[in-house]
């Protein structure tokens, strides 16, 4: 569940260990927070291939541990948004509260027709601790 929102504070500064994001079945992950993810930490996510929709990948950098949630699709968009958002978060191998960019808000997110209220319901159910990060 989400259990606290923080708007405007940049959620790489934030001194939480476990950050996540949204990543696409098809791997392709060369925009938005996964792009800068890729570019700055885990250099193999830009194009990892294939994903299956509904887990995630963790990438441990210097104690910060990174977390991609498959969570949408370039070609089909998102499908049944708040069931793989919900998966993706309780399956994650923590018990720590987790970071969260506020999913599906970029202008990525917004044109292949993510619903942050889908998403954000989604987060809700989940069983683990969510700190949503939003900087609009």
């Known amino acids: 569940m989400v259990i606290e929102a923080r708007n405007g504070e ?6 939480m260990k ?6 696409n079945t098809e791997g392709k992950n ?7 993810v890729s570019r700055h930490f885990w250099p193999e996510l830009e194009h ?3 994903c ?3 887990t995630s990948m963790t990438l441990d950098h210097d104690g910060i541990f990174f977390h991609a949630l498959v969570c949408h699709s370039i070609e089909n968009g998102w499908r049944n948004p708040a069931m793989v958002v919900r998966k993706c978060f309780d399956g994650l ?7 969260s960019v506020a999913i599906g ?16 319901e989604g987060m809700q159910d ?4 969510i700190i949503r990060f939003k900087y609009n």
């Open 105 to 120: 808000t970029s202008i990525d997110g917004l044109l292949s027709g993510a619903s942050f209220t889908a998403i954000e």
């Open 126 to 129: 989940s069983a683990k601790n």
């Open 30 to 36: 060369d925009s938005g927070f996964a792009g800068y």
């Open 48 to 50: 990892i291939g294939p």
């Open 10 to 15: 940049d959620i790489l500064d934030s001194g």
């Open 93 to 99: 191998d923590t018990n720590d509260p987790v970071a």
């Open 18 to 23: 476990h950050i996540c994001f949204a990543v």
């Open 52 to 54: 299956e929709m509904g």
